[in-house]
């Protein structure tokens, strides 16, 4: 009975070890960052139909501001971009399922999304800005929208403004398509980026489309992060900073808007 006592306390002590080596073991796991480091990779998702700040050029390649922000950003943590081109509407699930490390796609910081996920400093300012056709001389301001057709991304900040103002919503994937509807007289109107609209308009001059009102407010946009990743965070915001320092970023900035949009 002695020998059977000594035995189990010893199995005990074994199992109370083991448990504790394997805390131990959770503790000093790799965080976000260490992982990404030693991968080699970071995994960013994207839509890839949001010129121009993610969209596919003439020979198919994935390009835009924020993809080419983010590939200088991957760089300098010392790893290659991945992108993970997904619909708007399924994004923030995806970044959650933790398809992809962080999503570069024009995200709006706002209280509420800061509520459950972080983000990096700001990288570009836009306004909301409501367009319609070029014959329509109907809507001029916000609040004519009301009973009329907006194509929108519809769990876009900019979605929630044409709903806010009256506006009956047409489901869209992107930008792009919400300017095609637009031309086509198919919708009324679009509430969508000042930006966009500017890069647009450089290209396609005589396009039949015009802005008639603006929010007064800029909107800041950032990386965005599940919680819990300070380390990656902080990283991407020295590689940001470091970037407006040399020069990198304003070169980025004027190929695409002839400006600094970071402000």
């Known amino acids: 009975m002695k020998k059977l006592s000594i035995l189990i306390t010893t199995l005990l002590v074994a199992s109370v070890g083991l448990v504790g080596c394997g805390t ?28 121009p700040y993610t969209f596919h050029d003439k020979s198919g390649k994935l390009t835009g501001f924020d993809v080419e922000i983010a590939t200088e950003v991957s760089k300098r943590l010392g790893v290659k971009p991945e992108f993970v081109e997904t619909k708007w509407d399924g994004m923030l699930a995806g970044l959650g399922a933790k398809r992809f490390d962080m999503i570069a796609n024009e ?8 509520l459950k996920y972080d983000f990096s400093t700001s990288y570009i300012v836009s306004k909301a800005v409501l367009i319609v056709n070029s014959s329509d001389n109907t809507i001029k301001k916000f609040a004519d929208l009301k009973g009329k057709k907006s194509a929108q991304s519809l769990t ?26 637009l031309v086509s007289k198919r919708v009324d109107a679009t509430v969508n980026d000042s930006l966009s609209y500017l890069d647009l308009k450089k290209q396609k001059p005589n396009l039949a ?10 909107q800041p946009s950032g ?35 002839g400006s600094d949009v970071s402000k």
């Open 107 to 114: 995200v709006g910081i706002n209280s509420d999304r800061k």
């Open 223 to 257: 990386f965005m992060f599940n919680k819990g990743n300070k380390e990656l965070v902080t990283a991407v915001n020295k590689a940001l900073a470091d970037m407006k320092s040399d020069g990198t970023y304003s070169k980025i900035s004027n190929k695409y808007f």
């Open 24 to 51: 131990s073991k959770t503790t000093t796991s790799k965080n976000l960052l260490e992982t990404i480091k030693n991968e080699g990779k970071i995994q960013i998702g994207t839509e890839g139909t949001y010129a």
């Open 156 to 181: 876009s900040d900019l979605g929630k403004i044409a709903k806010a103002n009256g506006a009956v919503l047409q489901a869209v994937d992107g930008f792009n398509q919400s300017i095609d509807l």
């Open 209 to 218: 489309i015009k802005i008639v009102d603006q929010k007064g407010n800029a």
